[in-house]
C-alpha cells in the first residue's frame, strides 16, 4: 500500500515537472528577444503610461518580428545596461547607444541610426555656448556612462591642461533627470543626442533652442554578446528592414528620418 | 494675621472621578513646624503637592506668603496663572521628595547651586558659598563633588534637603522624606529636620514618623478621606486624641 | 572566482585614491554629518512640539513626521531638488546646489525619524526629575535644557548612532540627483571601465567610515555614562569646575 503511494507522489511530481517545464520550452520555443533599454530618452525609448514606447521600441519590434520573434523591453539604468546585457539579464541592449571602441571591446553592435549630439540652452542663449570648450566655467547636465559624459570629461582635462574653468559637470543617472536639471534652471545647458533635444526643445514651446552645431556624429548599435548568433540574426533583419522601407517608415513616424544609418 | 506663611482655604481636588481633598482649610504660621499623618489616601500627599502647584487645585485657595497659589485674579474670577509666576512663586517654596530626585547628571555641589544660579541669578562664587554652607549643615562637605550615584539614600536626601534649602524658601515642604529609607538611615535625615525645625523654619512634613513628630512638630494634622478630622499639639495627639479613626490610626502605628 | 576579481583596480582604490575621489569621500561625509545633526535638531523641536500644550504645535509635529516617515526619501530628494532653487555655496570647498538640497532633504526626512528617538529618550527620564525642577522654581524650558536632555542624551546615543550609520550609506541617494558622492565615484569609474569592482572598492570605504563611527559612538557613551558611574572629579577638574560656570555646565550636559 505504501508503495502505491509512493508511486503516486512520484508521479504527481514528474506531472508538475513536466507542466512547469514545458511552457518555458514552449516559450523559448516561440522565442522571445528580450531588449534591455533605458528608457529615459524620448523619443528614442521613454515610459508612457507606464509602457515602453518610442522609436527604439518600434524598431526593437520591428526586427524581432523579422526574426520570426517577438520583442519584449526590460527597463534598464544606462549606466548599467552593458553588465546586464554581460549577466544575461537580457538579449540584446537598444538604447541609442553610440558605437565607441571600449564598448566594442565589450559587445557586438549592429548598426542602425547614425546619429549626433546638441547642446540645448535656454532661449536667446544668455550664456553664449557654442562648443564644448565654451562651457568653460559654466554648468552643463548630462546622463552618466554616455558618450557626451565622456566628451564633457575629455574637454575637462583639456580645458585644465590650458588653465582654463572647468566646467561644472551635473551627471545624472537618469537622462530624465538631467533634462530635469536644465528645465528647472539648474544649469546653463543639456548635452544629449538630437533626438531628446529636438523633443524637449518641442514639448518645452520655445524656451530652449540648440547651441552651436551638432557635435560627434556617429552610428548607434543593437549590442549582442560577443558570440551570441542573434548578433548577425539582428544584422541581417537591420538591412532587409531598410531594404524594404520598414525601418525608414518608423523613423519618419517619430521625424528621426535624418538620422537613417549613413552608409 | 500677618505672620500666616501657608493659608489653604476649603481646598478640593479631584483626580478624574476620584475626589481625593474635600475640602481641606489649613493655616501654617512663620517658625511653625506642622506634621500632617494620616493613613495612604487619605489625600496628605496630594494636599502637599497642591501647596507647590505641582498639582491643579479644583477648588478653594492655596496662598504662600500672601501670594496666591497658581491663580490670579482678574474681573473677579480665578483663572489659571503663567508659567512664569507659578515657577517665581516656587522660588518660594522649598520641597523634598520621598525619592529625593537628585540630579543624577550632577555632582552634589552642582546640585544644589543649580538653582540658585539659574533661578535667581545668584553669582556663581555666591552660590557656591552657600551651598558649602548649607552641605556643612546637612554634615556632607566631603561630599561636593561626588555624583548622587555613590550616595546613599540618607545622604541624597541630606543634600535634597540642602537643595531646597540653597532657595531660601519661606515654606519647606516634606513628602515622606524617610519613607523609601532603610531604616539605618532614616536617624540622619530626621536629625537635620528636627534642627531644622528648631532654628525656626516653616515646615510642613508629611510622614509617618511619629518619634519626629512628637519631638520637632509644633502641631499635628491628621488626615482621612480627604478631609483634617483632627489637629493638635503633639501631646494632644499622643495622649488624649478625640476622633475615633485617629484612635484606630495611632494605634496600628505606634 | 578569485581571479574574477580585478585586484589592481581594487587595491589602486583603497590604497591611491585620487582628487576627485577624496572630493567624493569627503561629500559623502559632510553630507551625512551635516543632515544627521540638522535632523536632530529638527527632531529635539519635533520632540518637544508634540509634547506641548498648545495643540497646533502637536499637530504641527503629527503632520510632519507622519508625511516625511511615509513617503520615500529618493521621492523627498527629487522633489526638493526639482521644485526649488538652491545655492550653490563656497565655503572653503563647493557644495554643489544639489548637495545642498541633498543635506536638507535629508535633514528633514531623518528629523521625522528623530523626533520619535528623542522622543523615548525624553519620556524615559524619571517624572521626579521634572518634578525636582520645577519645584526649584526652573521653567520649564530651563529644566528641559538642564535637567532632563542632558540626561535623555544617554539614552538617544545608541539609536542617534544606529541612525547615523545609516544615513552616511543613505547619503547614496543623492547621487540620483547629481550629487558627485562616493557611489557617484564607483558609478564612473565603472562605467569609463566596465570593471565592477569599484564597487567593492566603494562598499569598503562605507566599511571604514561607518566602523570609524562605531568608535566615536563607543567613546561618546563611555563618556555619558561617567557621571552616572559615579565617579568623583579630580582636582583639576574641580579647580576649573570651581573658577569657570562654564566648563562645570559643560561637564554636566554631557
Known amino acids: 500500500m505504501r508503495s502505491i503511494g509512493i508511486a503516486a507522489v512520484g508521479a504527481l511530481i514528474l506531472a508538475v515537472g513536466a507542466l512547469v517545464a514545458y511552457p518555458a520550452g514552449a516559450a523559448r520555443q516561440a522565442k522571445t528577444i528580450s531588449f534591455c533599454s533605458d528608457t529615459t530618452y524620448p523619443p528614442m525609448e521613454s515610459l508612457v ?5 518610442g522609436a527604439d521600441i518600434d524598431i526593437a519590434n520591428a526586427v524581432a518580428k523579422q526574426i520570426g520573434a517577438s520583442a519584449q523591453i526590460k527597463v534598464t539604468g544606462f549606466d548599467v545596461i552593458i553588465p546586464a546585457l554581460l549577466k544575461k539579464k537580457c538579449d540584446a541592449i537598444i538604447s541609442s547607444m553610440t558605437i565607441t571602441a571600449a564598448r566594442s571591446k565589450q559587445v557586438h553592435f549592429t548598426p542602425y541610426i547614425t546619429v549626433g549630439a546638441f547642446l540645448m540652452v535656454k532661449k536667446g542663449n544668455p550664456s553664449h555656448i557654442s562648443t564644448l570648450a565654451s562651457l568653460s566655467g559654466k554648468s552643463v547636465a548630462v546622463e552618466s556612462a554616455t558618450t557626451e559624459a565622456a566628451a564633457l570629461a575629455a574637454e575637462n582635462a583639456a580645458l585644465s591642461k590650458q588653465g582654463k574653468a572647468k566646467i561644472t559637470v551635473k551627471i545624472f543617472p537618469a537622462d530624465t533627470s538631467a533634462a530635469a536639471a536644465i528645465l528647472a534652471g539648474k544649469v546653463d545647458a543639456y548635452f544629449a543626442d538630437a533626438p531628446p533635444v529636438a523633443y524637449y526643445i518641442t514639448t518645452t514651446h520655445g524656451k530652449f533652442q540648440t547651441a552651436g552645431k551638432q557635435i560627434e556624429s556617429a552610428p548607434e548599435g543593437i549590442a549582442t554578446r560577443k558570440g551570441d548568433p542573434l548578433g548577425s540574426q539582428i544584422g541581417k533583419a537591420v538591412t532587409t528592414l531598410y531594404k524594404n522601407g520598414s525601418l525608414p517608415k518608423i523613423l519618419a513616424k517619430w521625424n528621426l528620418s535624418a538620422f537613417a544609418l549613413k552608409k | 494675621m500677618s505672620d500666616v506663611v501657608m493659608s489653604a482655604e476649603d481646598v478640593r481636588k479631584s483626580f478624574g472621578k476620584l475626589e481625593v481633598l474635600k475640602g481641606v482649610t489649613l493655616d501654617v504660621h512663620k517658625g511653625e513646624t506642622v506634621c500632617i499623618i494620616g493613613a495612604s489616601g487619605s489625600g496628605k500627599t496630594t494636599f502637599i503637592r497642591c501647596i507647590n502647584h505641582l498639582e491643579k487645585i479644583d477648588g478653594g485657595r492655596i496662598t504662600v506668603n500672601g501670594h496666591l497659589i497658581g491663580y490670579r485674579q482678574r474681573n473677579g474670577r480665578l483663572v489659571e496663572d503663567s508659567e512664569k509666576n507659578i515657577a517665581r512663586q516656587r522660588t518660594e517654596i522649598g520641597m523634598v521628595f520621598q525619592r529625593f530626585n537628585l540630579f543624577p547628571h550632577m555632582t552634589v555641589l552642582e546640585n544644589v547651586v543649580e538653582a540658585p544660579i539659574r533661578v535667581l541669578g545668584l553669582p556663581h562664587d555666591q552660590a557656591v558659598f552657600r551651598a558649602e554652607e548649607l552641605l556643612e549643615r546637612v554634615g ?19 543634600v535634597a534637603i540642602a537643595r531646597a534649602l540653597a532657595m531660601r524658601p519661606a515654606l519647606m515642604l516634606f513628602d515622606e522624606p524617610t519613607s523609601a529609607l532603610d531604616p539605618e538611615v532614616t536617624g540622619e535625615v530626621l536629625s537635620v529636620m528636627e534642627e531644622l525645625a528648631h532654628e525656626g523654619t516653616t515646615m510642613i512634613v508629611v510622614t509617618h514618623e511619629m518619634g519626629f513628630a512628637r519631638k520637632a512638630a509644633d502641631r499635628i494634622v491628621m488626615m482621612d478621606d480627604g478631609g483634617i478630622i483632627e489637629e493638635g499639639t503633639p501631646e494632644h495627639f499622643f495622649t488624649a486624641p478625640e476622633q475615633e479613626r485617629t484612635k484606630q490610626f495611632l494605634s496600628k502605628i505606634l | 572566482m578569485l581571479v574574477a576579481i580585478d585586484w589592481h583596480v581594487i587595491w589602486l582604490r583603497l590604497f591611491h585614491p585620487d582628487g576627485t575621489f577624496a572630493r567624493a569621500l569627503w561629500a559623502t561625509v559632510y553630507i551625512s554629518v551635516v543632515a544627521q545633526t540638522l535632523g536632530v535638531l529638527l527632531g529635539l523641536f519635533a520632540a518637544l512640539a508634540r509634547m506641548s500644550r498648545i495643540w497646533p504645535l502637536r499637530a504641527l509635529s503629527g503632520v510632519y513626521v507622519l508625511v516625511f516617515r511615509g513617503t520615500p526619501l529618493l521621492v523627498q530628494i527629487f522633489y526638493l531638488y526639482f521644485a526649488f532653487s538652491w545655492p550653490t555655496l ?4 563647493t557644495v554643489s546646489d544639489a548637495a545642498v538640497a541633498a543635506i536638507v532633504a535629508l535633514s528633514i526626512n531623518e528629523g521625522a525619524y528623530m523626533r520619535e528617538i528623542i522622543r523615548a529618550g525624553i519620556d524615559s527620564i524619571d517624572k521626579g526629575q521634572m518634578e525636582a525642577a520645577r519645584s526649584l522654581g526652573m521653567r520649564y524650558a530651563l529644566a528641559i535644557r538642564r535637567i532632563v536632555l542632558p540626561q535623555a542624551a544617554r539614552v538617544i546615543v545608541p539609536p542617534l548612532g544606529n541612525e547615523f550609520n545609516n544615513m552616511m550609506k543613505t547619503t547614496s541617494l543623492a547621487y540620483t540627483i547629481g550629487v558627485y558622492e562616493l557611489f557617484a565615484d564607483a558609478e564612473q569609474g565603472y562605467s569609463r571601465t566596465f570593471i565592477a569592482d569599484y564597487f567593492i572598492a566603494v562598499a569598503f570605504w562605507y566599511l571604514v567610515l561607518t566602523t570609524v563611527w562605531t568608535f566615536v ?21 574641580r579647580l576649573v569646575a570651581a573658577w569657570n560656570p562654564v566648563t562645570a555646565w559643560a561637564r554636566g550636559a554631557r
Open chain 3, 217 to 237: 559612538q563607543a567613546m561618546i557613551e563611555r563618556r555619558l555614562a561617567a557621571s552616572e558611574r559615579g565617579d568623583v572629579i579630580g582636582f583639576r577638574e
Open chain 1, 49 to 53: 503610461g507606464g509602457k515602453p514606447t
Open chain 3, 90 to 93: 563656497h565655503i572653503g570647498f
Open chain 2, 140 to 158: 556632607l562637605s566631603d561630599k561636593r563633588y561626588t555624583y548622587p550615584g555613590k550616595l546613599s539614600g540618607g545622604q541624597q536626601q541630606r
